[in-house]
Structure formats: C-alpha cells, structure tokens
T-cell receptor, first 114, second 114 residues
C-alpha cells in the first residue's frame, strides 16, 4: 500500500528566507507525485507534479520539487518566500498518471513572518 | 484543468438530518472523487463516483452513510446521512482523467453539525 509522510507539521520562516518542506513516500509500484497548496479558507490548488521525465519540476511561483527515487522523497523548496506563501501544503502520491486516486500526507503549515 | 463548483459552499445542520452536496464540472470528465477533510487534518478519499454504476468506497466509508450519485460525466452528488457532530468537515469533490495527469479540486463544502 502507498503512504505519504510529511515530516514537519509546521514550518515558520521569515520573509525572503529559503524553505524546504519535506515529503517521503512508500510504494511498491510506480509512483506519481504531487504538491497541492491550500490557502486559508480555500480549496486545494495544484502546485506542481512529477509524472515522468526530468526529476526536477517547477511551479510558476518559484517553488520546485525534486523526485529522488533512491531516497523515496519529493521535497518542496523555494529559495525566497513571500508573506503570500503562507498556506497549508500537501504532498500526495498516486499509482495512476491519469489523475486517479490520491493518497495525501498530513500536510505542512508554512507560516511566513515579516 | 476544469472549473469545478460545489453547492452549498457551507451549511450548519442539526444532528440526525442529511445534507446533499452537489459537484458540477464545466466539461466531461472520466473520473470524479469525493474527499473529506476533518478539522486540522489532511484529506481522506471517501469514494470514487462512477458514472452509471455504484460508487467505489474506501475502507471505513459505507454507502448507507455516504450515498453518491453520478448521473452523467459532469455532475455528482454526495449525501451525508444521519449526521452527527463527528461529520463536521470540509467535503471536496475532485476530477481526474484530464490532460496533464493531475486531479483538480472544487472549492469544498464546509459542514458544521450541531
């Protein structure tokens, strides 16, 4: 069975500092990995995904994540965060690259302070 | 991606009653899902809504408590039956099978059961 572990429930950082949100997964089959973001009182938005190809994937707002098969990780990074990045971030895994069933991690609350 | 709407956006209900949540997509999609997000928690898949047949429920969720309909490729409903305060959650529908291989989520329905 698949599972996802987000190692940090809360990550407080100062504005313009770098941040890494950690995600590890377990699976006995091929995996497809996703990061979603949930801003306060809003639904989930897809941030970025790894389906195949380059192991480094980027979002339009400066986040990036790297698929590391040997370490079974898909950590999310940003070199310089903004106040507006304050949100809950969820890592998710699927056995399906067609938008099928997702297993979510517990979430990491990123709090960016001025 | 797809534009997904849910109704109602929020509701306050009395225990013992039932609430039906609607999910509408602006294009035909092959896969639709229902998730629950309990307060301060991650997302848990309730079921996959199958067009023209019974939904596929995850462990811990049963049809009598969460009946689901999917009459066509753009619409689904989730009913939360005989509600108790433990059912207070955000309920989200999502869609898959679109180009890009990811799932996309609706804005969610915030349910409070008194």
């Amino acid at each position: 069975a698949q599972s996802v572990t987000q190692l940090d429930s809360q990550v407080p950082v100062f504005e313009e500092a770098p941040v890494e949100l950690r995600c590890n997964y377990s699976s006995s089959v091929s995996v497809y990995l996703f990061w979603y973001v949930q801003y306060p009182n809003q639904g989930l938005q897809l941030l970025l995904k790894y389906l195949s190809g380059s192991t480094l994937v980027e979002s339009i707002n400066g986040f990036e994540a790297e698929f590391n098969k040997s370490q079974t990780s898909f950590h999310l990074r940003k070199p310089s965060v903004h106040i507006s990045d304050t949100a809950e971030y969820f890592c998710a895994v699927s056995e399906n690259n067609q938008g099928g069933k997702l297993i979510f991690g517990q979430g990491t609350e990123l709090s960016v302070k001025p | 991606s797809a534009v997904i709407s849910q109704k109602p956006s929020r509701d306050i209900c009395q225990r013992g009653t039932s609430l039906t949540i609607q999910c509408q997509v602006d294009s035909q999609v092959t896969m639709m899902f229902w998730y629950r997000q309990q307060p301060g928690q991650s997302l848990t898949l309730i079921a996959t809504a199958n067009q023209g047949s019974e939904a596929t429920y995850e462990s811990g969720f049963v049809i009598d408590k969460f009946p689901i309909s999917r009459p066509n490729l753009t619409f689904s409903t989730l009913t939360v039956s005989n509600m108790s305060p433990e059912d207070s959650s955000i309920y989200l529908c999502s869609v898959g099978g679109l180009a890009g291989g990811a799932q996309y989520f609706g804005p969610g329905t915030r349910l409070l059961v008194l």
